[in-house]
Structure formats: structure tokens, C-alpha cells
């Protein structure tokens, strides 16, 4: 992308699972698929993964139960160990870090938030919030000041002395974003964070997380199961099944060029107008002779539904937000988009 | 020889492939008896002689002295017994029961700890425990027991928490380290089927008579369940809470500080809770090696037939045994509760500084009116001679003496003793192939295979007879109580008012020291075996309702539905739906039962038994280690084989149904 180097940068990396995974990874053939390495008593958690994530990116991992997704997660943050390949996280290979190391990793630099929360039943929310900066051993006054300031910021002012059953499952969930936030982390993990609540509670939790990643800007690794969701929230999508990514890239790609047919069975049903971008779809310019207002490529093409209709140019200048023409846009195309025909 | 032949022909006809071996195992019992009949059974096979025994006792005895003298074991058991336990012990029965140690401070006016459980039972359950709490207290004290009940409890509020904090510990060591589970697993089984005497002689060998040994021989059976419930509570304890633990940088001590431990809050105090009731049913019994309690007198008392005192120190212990069960019980579902901010500090702690004030308040209080400090010898309302006289002149009346007695001569002429001289008839090598046909058959291979090497142990042992006997009066009780505590249950499984109320008996009772069901047996039956069954009958009874009524209120209501739907008679939905679905629960209460059976039978030995039971009793008043040894290890042996056959069954059976 940029110079700047990617935060997360996974190479080849292999999670074997079975008697000595070590050993037979090694004398494993090149190519063996899921199914021929169960057969031979391992399970392939995660299959010869490569995969960047950079500053300020929010990669969603997606895949039904099962895929790896969770898996690939905790080798990121190493709770589990790999069993082949490397994982650099800003540059330092963790597998190398000592076990202070990786401790110290985990207090400065990791935050992470988990699908039934992982609460301890026995602290206050104000004292659960602050168990990773008490853990780093932070006096007592100043990790109560910053355990307030997050509860704040997730919402839960009032009830910093309830006790985790006391609380619903999103005011749970919302103890948990807060916790994974206290030490100000560069990377946050996220466990399929929504999917124990109710679809309505979800929402309304997504918008909210919508709202603090824009205010905090941080590299995001969320994970999930719900196509939608994986939409409304990624800049890149990951799909993974048995242990290996099928396809990763932005929304707008996924949608309109599903690499393989596992994935086009999820794109089938959706409804391609809401998610692809005006700019997902636009060409270069190549000497296209251009007039008229551009249109915003922010804009999906649904928003952009009406113009489409009424404006009768066959080729629409596409500009970025800062009014700066970058591509163009055939109505043709944008109209079948918006009409679900191919 | 007709029913074994029929059983024979029985178990062949069973579908299963295992059939030839059972039919094998039971053609060369049956062969042996019929040769021990008709007279040609050499004696060699029908009992092991004398010279093929080993000497186990006496090489046992030579390894004990060996550990003890020459390795200097005893000089630390010794040095832990003289200095920090009696330490503890001594400051424990200064501030109880006023004996004459540092620090000089007691006894505490029975009031001022009357008022103290109040609130402890306030606290941890309401009103209701409160009550029970501060009227435990009042009833000891009023009935003339306070000192006696204080001794009692004087050793138990040292021994539950050294026993919690050695388990705790153990049980750490042993969710850590695999290998260090896996050499426990069996000891601790061995242990919880080992029969109390056999933890009170090396407790007294080793760590002097009286509390120290008493202390001692709690503490260590005391210790497994904590151990279990330990590894249990912590390899529960949610993925995702570690994780959260791991990811918030927890050093290994803060995980294990922070996180392992207070989510594994549940089991620990469950653990507690069994630790607590398995102090107290210990140290009542270690009136056996003579120590001075509830439990001593309750012994002495039973000794003179005095039934009206056993009567009142009975109700004494059951009082204590409830109370403090049902606080520590409350205690584990007791959850947090948050105070609103700002909360005042005294209002925080309202509940602590109320106790303090109520102690100190009686302690003073008691200086004005001795009587709230110590009911004295005159002032008691014991109505033991009274209640004497009532007991006696009931099982003197007409009917309940003639019930009783013919009872007694029914079960005795014509069940018991036939019973027992058919088990000692059956030649030993028979008998062990029984025992092994039948482990097969229950549980399969493996349980098979223990069974033989169990029994030929115990054989070899030299106690062969009164093991022989042992059996048989954990055979007869559990078949009796079989046959009463199934239907109950089935009964009382009908309704749910029911199941609720004798679930709640049933729960209380298990609770009761073993002791306590000595009463009742006494009283109805006198001194005779009889008594013993019968004992061993009410204690082994509970379980077997208890898990009736559990399994068959368990079983999921789509099933029972599906049947009334299917138009099957209560009968029918019974027995083709209920029972099948409920049998592995029940076996637990069965196996449960046997495994009472088996602890209450040595117990019953104060009443006169011929068992190994009777012998263990012995022993602990000389030093005979070896042989104290040997004996417990023989009731550990044949309790192991009916634990391991049965488990196995429950096991395979859950499988199959798809249950858990």
C-alpha cells in the first residue's frame, strides 16, 4: 500500500492440531488438502495462511464455524503457537518473543473482545475494566481514572459497581470492548463480538463500534460469521473455509468478482447495489472524454440509484472526497448493478 | 444349586457375546460347589491354607517401623503433632471450651457465638438460616452439651481449613501436572473407600493419642473430595475467560490468583461444603480411639443404652450437621452484590460490624448473668431419663415389640444367617469366580479383571472369612434397601410436591454423621446383627431414593410425552421409558448405596459384628499396623471391585443412550 510497513504480516503460516504436528508438517507432501490431512489424524485450524493487515485497517475474518477463523486470530495474538511458517507483528516475529516478552506485547500493545465475553463473574465492571492495566501493576488511582474514562466511552456510565450478571448481554459485551480498550491498544481483536445478542441489540452495537473506530482508528482484526456484517464493517474481507483463505479483499471485489464458488454462494443473495462503491466500479480514465458533475465514489450505487436513472451520460466521472476525478463509471454497467441483472 | 443352574442357563441366553466367558466362569464355580457338596473337593481349594498366606501384616509392620524409626519419620510427624497443630488444636480449645492453654482467653460465653451464627446465617441466607444458626447454638447449650459439642468443634474449625488448604493445594498441583494427576487418581480412590479406622492408627502412631491424632485422621479424609472438586472447579473454568486473562498480561501467579481460581469459585466452596460435613462425621468418630466430644459421649451413651441422652446428643450432632451444610451451601450460590457509589463505609460492612457489636455485646452480658455464659450442671433442660422412660415404654408396647422382635427373628432365622452360611459355604475359589462372572457381566473387561486380582488379594490376606462376612452384610442391607428405597422413589417421583420434600429428607439425611443411624437401629432391634443390617439399611437407602427420584424426574418430558401420546398405561410408560432412560442414574445411587454400605458396616462394628470390621476396632487399641492395614485394605478392595464394575456400567450405558 504505503511505505508503511504492515502491523500484521502473516506468511505461510500453519496450525496443525493432533499428536506432533511439528513432525508431520515437516514430512507432510506439498499440496495435501483438508480432508487427506484429517485422514491422517491432524487438523488443519489454519492451512498455509499469508495475510497482511496495515495501520488503521479493519480486516474482517469471515467463515461459518468451523473455518479456522478464530484460530488464525489466536496465532495473531498467540494464544495459540503456529505450527509452521512466520507471524511478524510491527516487524518482531512473535514466535521468537520470550514468554516476558510476550507479556509485555500483550499489556501495551493488544486489546481483544470475545463472542461470550470472558468476564470475570467475580469483579465489579469497574474493577473488570481495569484488570489489564492492574495486571501491568499501574497504581491504583490512575487505572481507575482511565477504567472510567472507557467505561464512558462504551456507555455504561452509573454502572461501574455492577457485577457482570447484573448486566444485559450488550451492556456485557460493552464491559468487554471497554476492557480490550484500557491500555490504549494498537491492535484490537475481535471474536465474532456481537453474535451472542439479539439481532437488534447487534445493530445498534455495530453502529456503535462504527462510532468508536472512527473517533480511535485502530488496526482492527474482527472476526465473524454474518456475511452482512462482515460487509458493513471491512475494508478488507478475508473468507476463510478449512483452514485456509478463499478469497481476501475489499467488499466492493468480493461482490462483484467472487474468486471462487464458495464464495459466490454467500454474494448470491445480496443485494449487490448496497454494498459495491462507486469508485469499486469505476474505470480509469484512458482518455475518456468527461463532462458534467462527477459523481461522489463513496457513494454505493444504490444511494447513487437516482442519479443513475435521471442522468442520461453514458459515462459518469467518478471523483474521491476531495472532488478529485479518479475514474469513470459506465451507467450501463452501474444500472445492471443497481438492477440485479448480470 | 436349581437358582444357579437357571441363572446359568439366564445369562447364556443373553445376547451378548461375552456369554461363553460368563458361562465358563460360572461352569467351574458350580463345578466347585458341587464338588465341596458331594465331598470330594480337596481342602486346598476350598479355602486357602494357612501356610500358602503370606505374612503381609508382619512385612507391612517391618516396613512401617522401618519408615518410622530409621528414616525418622516420626520425629517430623512427631515435631508437626507437639508444635504448629497442637499449637492450633489448644488455641482452638482455649477460646471453645476454656481448656487451660495459651491464650488464656476462654471460653467464649455461648451466647456470644450463638449471636455470631445468627448473623452468619443472616448473612449468607436470610432470616430462615438465622434462625436454624442461632437455634443450633441455643439448643446445645440449653440441653447441657456445650461442652462436649465445643470439644467437637474445637477440632473441626482446625482440621476443615487445614484440609481445604492442603486440597486446594493438591488439587492445583494436580490440574498443573498431568503425571501428577494421574498418580492420584488411584490413592485418592483407595483412600475414599479405606475405612475410617484405618486412618485412625497411624494418625495415633504417628501423631500421639487424643486431638493431634484425631485432627490428623480428619484432615486426611477430608482431603480427597477438595482434591476433586479443586481439579474440577479450575479445568472448568471458560476458554474465554483464560484467554481474556492471557491477553490482559497475565503473568502465570495472576492467572492462577486473578482468574483460575475465582472462576472456579463454584466448585472450591462446593468442595468446602464437603469438606466441612466430612470433618464433622470424622471427628465424632474418633471417639473410637477416645476422644473426648459429641461423639464420645454419644458412644458411651449407646454403650449403657442410656436412649434418651443418644436421643438429645443425636439431635445435637444432626442440628450442627444441617447448620453448618446448609450455611456453607448457601455460601456457594451466594452471589456479589454491588453497592450504589458512595456508599458509606459502615453501611458497606454493616453486616460484619453487626456481628462484632452482638459478640462483644454478649460477652459483656454475659459478665452480668453467668447464665448466658454457661449453662450449668442444675440449669439444663436434658430430659434424657424422661425420654428414657418414654422409648423404652413404647417398644414395650404390645404391637411394636411384637413387630420388632418377630422381625428380628424372621430376619435373622430365615434370611440372615441362611444367607451368610450359604456365602461361607461356597469354596473360595468359587466364590472369587462369581465375583468376577458377575463384574464381567456388569461392567465388562476390565472391571472383570480388578475384581480377580482384588479378590484373590483378599484371599491371600488371611481375613477371608470376615471378609466373607463383611460381604454379606453389605449385601443383605443393600438388597433390603433396594427393595424399600426403589418403590419410595418411583413413588414419590409421581408428583412433584413429593419429590421435592423427600429430595430435601433425603439431602438432610446425608448430611447426619454415619454414627447417628446407629440410634435408631439400637433402639428398634437392641444389640444383634439385625441392627447392624438395619442401620446400614436406612444410610444405604437414601442414596438409592435420592437418585430414583432424580433419575426419573431427569428424564426429558418430550420422552414421557411421546409415550402418553403412544397411548402407553402409566405402567408401560414406566417401565419401557422411564426406567430405561433413568438406570444409569440410579446405578449411581446403587453404587452409592454399596459404597455406604461398606463404611457403615465397619462403623456397625460397635455393635457386635463378626467382620472385618470388628477386627479393624481391635487394633486400634494396640499398635498392630500391619494388620490394621491389611484389614482396611481388604473392605478397600471388594469396595473398589463393586465401584469399578458399576461405574463402568453407567459409563457404556450413558454412552449408548446418548446421555451427556
Redesign the interface.
Known amino acids: 500500500m504505503s511505505a508503511t510497513a504492515p502491523v500484521i504480516s502473516a506468511k505461510n503460516v500453519w496450525k496443525l492440531f493432533g499428536a506432533s504436528p511439528e513432525a508431520y508438517l515437516k514430512s507432510m507432501p506439498a499440496g495435501r488438502s483438508f480432508d487427506e490431512i484429517r485422514t491422517d489424524g491432524y487438523i488443519a485450524g489454519v492451512k498455509d495462511v499469508s495475510i497482511e493487515v496495515d495501520r488503521g485497517e479493519m480486516l474482517v475474518i469471515m467463515g461459518l464455524s468451523g473455518s479456522g477463523k478464530s484460530t488464525l486470530v489466536?496465532c495473531f495474538?498467540r494464544?495459540h503457537d503456529i505450527t509452521g511458517g512466520t507471524i511478524e507483528v510491527d516487524g518482531q516475529n512473535i514466535m521468537s518473543l520470550s514468554e516476558r516478552d510476550l507479556?509485555?506485547l500483550?499489556?501495551?500493545k493488544?486489546?481483544?473482545v470475545?463472542?461470550?465475553?470472558?468476564?470475570?463473574?467475580?469483579?465489579?465492571v469497574l474493577d473488570n475494566v481495569a484488570?489489564?492495566l492492574?495486571?501491568?501493576g499501574q497504581d491504583r488511582h490512575d487505572r481507575r481514572e482511565r477504567a472510567l474514562e472507557v467505561i464512558k466511552l462504551v456507555g455504561l456510565e452509573g454502572r461501574?459497581?455492577?457485577?457482570p450478571?447484573?448486566l444485559s448481554g450488550g451492556q456485557q459485551q460493552r464491559v468487554?470492548i471497554a476492557?480490550?480498550l484500557a491500555?490504549e491498544p494498537d491492535i484490537w481483536?475481535l471474536d465474532e463480538p456481537f453474535s451472542a445478542l439479539d439481532p437488534l441489540i447487534r445493530r445498534e452495537m455495530q453502529d456503535e463500534f462504527l462510532r468508536l473506530q472512527e473517533m480511535l482508528g485502530k488496526t482492527i482484526v474482527f472476526i465473524t460469521h454474518d456475511f452482512d456484517e462482515a460487509l458493513r464493517l471491512a475494508d478488507r474481507i478475508a473468507i476463510m473455509r478449512n483452514g485456509a483463505v478463499e478469497q481476501c479483499d475489499t467488499p466492493d471485489q468480493i461482490v462483484m468478482n467472487p474468486s471462487t464458488e464458495y464464495v459466490a454462494k454467500f454474494t448470491e443473495d445480496i443485494d449487490k447495489a448496497r454494498v459495491v462503491h462507486a469508485k469499486g466500479l469505476a474505470k480509469p480514465v484512458n482518455g475518456h472524454a468527461l463532462e458534467g458533475a462527477p459523481i461522489n465514489g463513496g457513494a454505493t450505487i444504490h444511494e447513487l440509484a437516482r442519479v443513475l436513472v435521471n442522468d442520461n451520460r453514458i459515462l459518469l466521472p467518478v471523483a474521491d472526497d476531495k472532488g478529485v476525478v479518479t475514474g469513470v463509471l459506465e451507467r450501463d454497467t452501474a444500472l445492471n448493478v443497481l438492477l440485479g441483472a448480470e | 444349586m436349581v437358582t444357579l443352574s437357571t441363572d446359568l442357563t439366564e445369562t447364556s441366553d443373553k445376547p451378548w457375546g461375552r456369554s461363553r466367558v460368563l458361562t465358563a466362569l460360572l461352569a467351574v464355580a458350580f463345578a466347585l460347589i458341587l464338588a465341596k457338596a458331594v465331598g470330594i473337593l480337596p481342602e486346598w481349594l476350598n479355602r486357602i491354607p494357612e501356610a500358602a498366606i503370606p505374612p503381609t501384616a508382619q512385612v507391612l509392620d517391618a516396613i512401617f517401623s522401618f519408615i518410622q524409626n530409621d528414616l525418622g519419620l516420626i520425629y517430623v510427624t512427631r515435631f508437626i503433632a507437639e508444635g504448629p497443630l497442637e499449637f492450633l488444636l489448644d488455641t482452638s480449645a482455649n477460646l471453645l471450651e476454656g481448656k487451660r492453654r495459651w491464650p488464656y482467653l476462654g471460653p467464649i460465653p455461648w451466647s456470644a457465638i450463638a449471636a455470631v451464627a445468627a448473623v452468619v446465617g443472616y448473612a449468607v441466607g436470610g432470616w430462615k438460616l438465622a434462625a436454624l444458626g442461632a437455634g443450633t447454638f441455643i439448643w446445645t447449650a440449653a440441653i447441657g452439651q456445650w461442652k462436649i459439642a465445643m470439644q467437637t468443634m474445637s477440632v473441626i474449625v482446625v482440621a476443615a481449613p487445614l484440609a481445604f488448604l492442603l486440597g486446594l493445594a493438591l488439587g492445583i498441583a494436580a490440574w498443573k501436572y498431568g503425571w501428577f494427576e494421574r498418580m492420584l487418581k488411584p490413592i485418592l480412590s483407595i483412600l475414599q473407600t479405606l475405612p475410617f479406622f484405618t486412618y485412625l492408627l497411624p494418625a495415633v502412631i504417628f501423631f500421639k493419642v487424643g486431638p493431634t491424632a484425631g485432627a490428623v485422621a480428619t484432615i486426611t479424609f477430608a482431603i480427597p473430595p477438595m482434591i476433586l472438586m479443586t481439579t474440577l472447579g479450575l479445568k472448568k473454568v471458560s476458554p474465554e475467560v483464560i484467554e481474556a486473562g492471557q491477553m490482559s498480561g497475565c503473568t502465570r501467579w495472576q492467572m492462577l490468583r486473578h482468574v483460575y481460581i475465582p472462576a472456579a469459585r463454584t466448585e472450591i466452596l462446593v468442595g468446602v461444603n464437603q469438606v466441612i460435613m466430612l470433618c464433622l462425621a470424622m471427628v465424632v468418630l474418633t471417639a473410637f480411639i477416645g476422644m473426648p466430644g459429641l461423639g464420645a459421649k454419644l458412644l458411651a451413651m449407646m454403650g449403657s443404652f442410656k436412649l434418651g441422652r443418644s436421643f438429645e446428643i443425636g439431635i445435637t450432632i444432626v442440628l450442627l450437621a444441617v447448620t453448618l451444610d446448609r450455611m456453607s451451601k448457601a455460601w456457594v450460590v451466594k452471589q456479589p452484590v454491588h453497592f450504589e457509589r458512595n456508599t458509606p463505609w459502615w453501611k458497606r460492612h454493616q453486616i460484619s460490624l453487626v456481628a462484632l457489636g452482638l459478640f462483644i455485646g454478649f460477652i459483656l452480658l454475659s459478665q452480668l448473668f453467668p447464665i448466658l455464659a454457661e449453662v450449668g450442671r442444675k440449669q439444663h433442660l436434658s430430659q434424657g431419663k424422661e425420654i428414657d422412660v418414654v422409648i423404652k415404654s413404647f417398644l414395650a408396647i404390645e404391637a411394636i415389640k411384637g413387630t420388632t422382635e418377630w422381625l428380628r427373628w424372621f430376619l435373622n432365622v430365615k434370611v440372615l444367617i441362611p444367607f451368610r452360611d450359604t456365602l461361607l459355604a461356597i469354596p473360595t475359589p468359587a466364590f472369587i469366580l462369581i465375583v468376577v462372572a458377575f463384574a464381567y457381566w456388569v461392567g465388562g473387561r476390565r472391571p472383570g479383571i480388578y475384581a480377580a486380582v482384588f479378590f484373590t488379594i483378599v484371599a491371600f490376606s488371611g481375613w477371608w472369612d470376615r471378609s466373607v462376612i463383611t460381604l454379606y452384610t453389605v449385601i443383605s442391607a443393600v438388597a433390603l434397601a433396594t427393595l424399600i428405597g426403589i418403590p419410595l422413589g418411583v413413588i414419590a417421583a409421581r408428583s412433584e410436591r413429593w419429590s421435592k420434600s423427600i429430595l430435601l429428607a433425603c439431602d438432610t439425611a446425608q448430611t447426619f454423621p454415619s454414627f447417628i443411624y446407629l440410634i435408631p437401629a439400637i433402639m428398634l432391634f437392641g444389640v444383634n446383627d439385625v441392627a447392624v443390617v438395619f442401620s446400614i439399611l436406612i444410610f444405604a437407602a437414601v442414596p438409592l431414593i435420592r437418585y430414583t427420584i432424580i433419575g426419573l424426574s431427569s428424564v426429558p418430558p418430550e420422552m414421557t410425552e411421546a409415550a402418553d401420546m403412544s397411548g402407553s398405561t402409566r405402567r408401560q410408560k414406566l417401565m419401557s421409558v422411564q426406567f430405561p432412560l433413568a438406570l444409569p442414574t440410579m446405578a449411581v445411587g446403587f453404587n452409592q448405596a454399596i459404597m455406604f454400605a461398606f463404611f457403615m458396616v465397619i462403623i456397625a462394628a460397635f455393635i457386635g459384628t463378626q467382620d472385618l470390621g470388628q477386627e479393624l476396632q481391635r487394633t486400634l487399641a494396640g499398635t498392630e499396623l500391619g494388620k490394621n492395614f491389611v484389614l482396611g485394605l481388604n473392605v478397600s478392595l471388594m469396595a473398589l471391585t463393586f465401584d469399578m464394575a458399576i461405574s463402568s456400567w453407567t459409563e457404556q450405558r450413558k454412552k449408548r443412550l446418548g446421555l451427556d
Open positions: 489466536r495474538s494464544l507479556i509485555e500483550r499489556r501495551n493488544m486489546g481483544m470475545f463472542q461470550s465475553f470472558g468476564l470475570l463473574p467475580h469483579r465489579t484488570f489489564p492492574e495486571m501491568r461501574e459497581e455492577y457485577f450478571r447484573e468487554g476492557r480490550s491500555i481483536f
